[in-house]
């Protein structure tokens, strides 16, 4: 069975850990990285960014099962095609920020290949449409 890196591994937490343990691991990982004890640090910044969004997505329960539905599917996809998925094991917020992007780009290309081979259910269209919807709120949306 394959390995991807996920949201807990952004929090080096085990994937049944409970709510308590996930917060604590957060509030380690917030602290060290956070922007007013590393002033400058552009790294510490981005760093903060991943940590934020992955406790965002565990610390609410039905977003993390929507996470660990999405973990299961893709570790059972990656079983079908071994072609390899460009992921690391890397408990390491700095080394899974650099990964991001190929991320990004595996999940979208397996989403694509699996679209081409099946007939979408309606469970992937709520998906897709979950991600337009988020992706456009983050475009409009965004700081300035």
Do not use: C
Not at 6 to 25: G, S
Not at 63 to 79: C, F, L, N, T
Not at 124 to 134: C, S, T
Request: hydrophobic share 30%.
């Amino acid at each position: 069975m394959g390995r991807i890196h996920t949201h807990y591994d952004n929090l080096k937490v085990a994937r049944n850990a409970p709510p308590e343990v996930i917060r604590a691991a957060y509030k380690t990982l917030s602290q060290k990285y956070h922007p007013d004890r590393n002033p400058g640090n552009k790294e510490a910044i981005r760093i903060i960014q991943i940590i934020n969004s992955a406790y965002e997505v565990l610390s609410d329960p039905v977003k993390r099962k929507e996470h660990d539905d999405w973990i299961a599917q893709s570790e059972a996809g990656s079983d079908r095609n071994r072609s390899g998925s460009g992921f690391r094991f890397s408990p390491d917020p700095v080394e899974s920020s650099r990964s991001s992007a190929m991320y990004r780009r595996t999940r979208s290309s397996s989403r694509r290949s699996r679209r081409e081979h099946s007939v979408p259910t309606p469970a992937d269209m709520i998906h897709q449409l979950r991600a337009m919807v988020y992706r456009f709120t983050k475009f409009f949306f965004r700081k300035a």
